[in-house]
């Protein structure tokens, strides 16, 4: 059994990316009510904070913060995972056939096994990665604007006042990111 080197700070924040098997589904946007659903039962179970969010046909970037003392994100993307998973088979949306190794472990061809994760160093890694979350959509064509796309946290910032509402127009945003 593979054992994956992960960040074992607790209370700390994180980015994380996760993708769907096949990367040319929608599942996560059409039936996003359902993923948010998912997302607050596993936060009453296990409470953590969203800082941001973006939500993409076939994949999805998130920064949580874990509370003080808690360093088990594994388990929450675990939780998440098998229960939309399970809400899209039961509404019929899924297949419920998996093979194999998937099939004992509980596992469907839903989700990619993995998901990347990166632990932030400080608030200059933070506001990096905020914004690489916020132009997400428009960085994969999805929309010109970054506002334009409606399953993205920057509606709370510009909301907020921590960005501007034509925040995310023309320019990329420089580094390296998981995806």
């Known amino acids: 059994m593979p054992r994956y080197i992960r960040s074992k700070a607790e209370g700390a924040t994180f980015f994380f990316t996760l993708a769907l098997q096949d990367r040319s589904a929608r599942y996560l946007v059409d039936h996003v009510s359902e993923l948010r659903a998912c997302m607050a039962a596993v936060r009453a179970r296990r409470p953590f904070t969203i800082d941001a969010i973006v939500v993409l046909p076939e994949h999805l970037h998130a920064i949580w913060t874990l509370p003080a003392g808690d360093n088990d994100y594994a388990t929450r993307w675990m939780l998440l995972k098998q229960s939309f998973t399970r809400r899209l088979q039961s509404s019929g949306a899924l297949e419920e056939a998996a093979s194999g190794t998937r099939r004992r472990k509980g596992e469907r061809n839903l989700w990619q ?12 890694d933070l506001g990096r990665h905020i914004d690489y979350i916020h132009f997400n959509p428009v960085k994969h064509g999805w929309v010109l604007r970054a506002r334009d796309w409606p399953y993205s946290s920057l509606h709370r910032y510009t909301r907020e006042g921590k960005l501007p509402l034509d925040w995310g127009i023309s320019a990329a945003i420089p580094g390296q990111f998981g995806d």
Request: glycine fraction near 0%; avoid cysteine; charge should be negative.
């Open 113 to 124: 096994h993995r998901f990347w994760e990166h632990q932030i160093r400080d608030e200059e």
